[in-house]
């Protein structure tokens, strides 16, 4: 597509529920990050994809959090017995390979609300 | 480990100041850095970026030089517009990702 696309945009649930987040890379972008973005804690980094596989999952905060990617393509994020504390914007973005030697595009994000 | 450390936040400025956010980071070699900023209901867009010391990045009248001397990056522009309201994150690239400041938000008031 013409962008990452993120559904939903806004998630209100309760606490102890469990959570998909779904990302959309822009077609063809080999890399694919997770990053959450916390009120005054800035982007904090999940995950990230090269291909289907997760060289680098160790920003994952619990072992609540999981996320897949299938076909090398759409990625879902998941959050089991969600707490409070999970509050948050999640943020995904793709690009062609690493950050750093390419940009990053990202979502608008999926905005988590636990109550 | 590689970290960004931005200037506390919120700014607010007048319309046609001059605006300075500091950025400083930790890291191992001489990483990529870049500015990506964050408008009001929008994804993060890059700004600019620098690829090496004495580089300096610009667009949209904003401009940022890789200082190693002082392991700084900090954003500049002569002449803000109510426009520029919005988040700004520093990053650095890290090994296989990006590694984010806690961003600081600006409000420029006409």
């Known amino acids: 597509g013409a962008g990452v696309s993120q559904s939903p945009s806004n998630k209100v649930t309760e606490k102890g529920k469990d959570v998909e987040l779904r990302c959309d890379p822009i077609s063809g972008h080999t890399a694919l990050y997770w990053y959450r973005q916390s009120l005054g804690q800035g982007l904090e980094f999940l995950i990230y994809?090269?291909?289907?596989?997760?060289?680098?999952k160790s920003g994952l905060p619990s072992d609540r959090f999981s996320a897949e990617r299938t076909g090398g393509s759409v990625s879902t994020l998941t959050i089991q017995r969600t707490q409070q504390e999970d509050s948050a914007v999640y943020l995904c973005?793709?690009?062609?390979?690493?950050?750093?030697?390419?940009?990053?595009?990202f979502g608008a994000g999926s905005r988590l609300t636990v109550l | 480990g590689d970290s960004v450390t931005q200037m506390e936040g919120p700014v607010t400025l007048s319309e046609e100041a001059f605006l300075t956010i500091n950025c400083t980071y930790t890291a191992t070699g001489y990483p990529s850095l870049f500015w990506y900023v964050q408008y009001p209901g929008e994804g993060l867009q890059l700004l600019l970026k620098?690829?090496?010391?004495?580089d300096k990045g610009s667009n949209k009248g904003f401009e940022a030089t890789y200082r190693k001397e002082t392991t700084s990056f900090h954003l500049e522009k002569g002449s803000v517009q109510v426009s520029d309201s919005a988040v700004y994150f520093c990053?650095?690239?890290?090994?296989?990702?990006?590694?984010f400041g806690q961003g600081t938000r600006l409000t420029i008031n006409p």
């Open positions: 620098a690829t090496k010391a004495d």
């Open positions: 994809f090269q291909g289907n596989s997760a060289p680098d």
């Open positions: 973005a793709s690009s062609h390979g690493q950050a750093g030697a390419n940009v990053l595009t």
């Open positions: 990053a650095l690239a890290g090994a296989q990702k990006l590694v």
